[in-house]
């Protein structure tokens, strides 16, 4: 089946820096990424959607220079939440659609939980 | 707001008895999925039903589909304590992008 692999799983960094959150699709090619963040005991909020070749579409109330997106590849998209900040502690999800599979669903990653302080 | 409402919001039942959790949505929809999310982990794809099905079963799963109420329900018969988990609708809509509920997280008590 379509797997999906997110790297970091986790994440501890200073307020200021930046980090760098991968989403591989590795038996499939997609086109498609997503970007879901998560707070404790809620549901996920997509935040954008990584389209490879092309810049990302970002959801209304996401800033797009605060979270680069970069899909360079059909099996690769990267989030840079850039000069975090304390409030940007949160868990980040991708997901990948399989243009043969979408009918099955959505491959998710595990998910990276970053702690910024 | 993006998502849609789930009930119950938590769900708390004894092993062996059947479990039912409510999806509501806004806007109408190519179709709509069911994943399964344990603590801190990522989701897990449970079923999918198109907008023109009206149920579906997969194992002990049964979901149902009301287009006319945009409504949606996951059954889980037989619970077992490994279905302790946060259970999430999402919708699909035409740009592929799916917009998910506010979750039901389910206690199953062994």
């Known amino acids: 089946g379509a797997v999906v692999s997110q790297h970091p799983s986790w994440v501890i960094c200073k307020s200021g820096t930046s980090v760098k959150i991968e989403c591989r699709s590795l038996?499939?090619?997609?086109?498609?990424m997503f970007w879901y963040r998560q707070f404790p005991k809620q549901s996920l909020m997509l935040m954008a959607t990584s389209n490879e070749g092309s810049k990302a579409t970002y959801e209304q109330g996401v800033e797009k220079d605060k979270f680069l997106i970069n899909h360079a590849s059909l099996t690769l998209s990267t989030l840079t939440v850039t000069s975090a900040h304390p409030e940007d502690s949160s868990f980040y999800i991708c997901s990948a659609r399989d243009e043969i599979l979408a009918n099955y669903g959505y491959t998710f990653g595990s998910g990276t939980r970053l702690t910024v302080v | 707001s993006q998502q849609g409402e789930e009930d119950p919001q938590a769900l708390s039942i004894q092993e062996g008895e059947n479990a039912t959790m409510n999806c509501s949505y806004k806007t109408s929809i190519n179709n709509l999925q069911w994943y399964r999310q344990n603590s801190g982990r990522g989701l897990v794809h449970l079923i999918l039903i198109r907008s023109n099905e009206r149920e579906k079963h997969s194992g002990r799963l049964r979901v149902t589909l009301d287009t006319s109420k945009k409504s949606s329900s996951l059954l889980i018969t037989a619970s077992r304590a490994a279905d302790t988990a946060s259970y999430f609708c999402?919708?699909?809509?035409?740009?592929?992008?799916?917009?998910f509920g506010s979750g039901t997280r389910l206690l199953v008590r062994p």
């Open positions: 038996d499939f090619q997609a086109t498609t």
């Open positions: 999402a919708t699909d809509r035409s740009s592929y992008k799916l917009i």
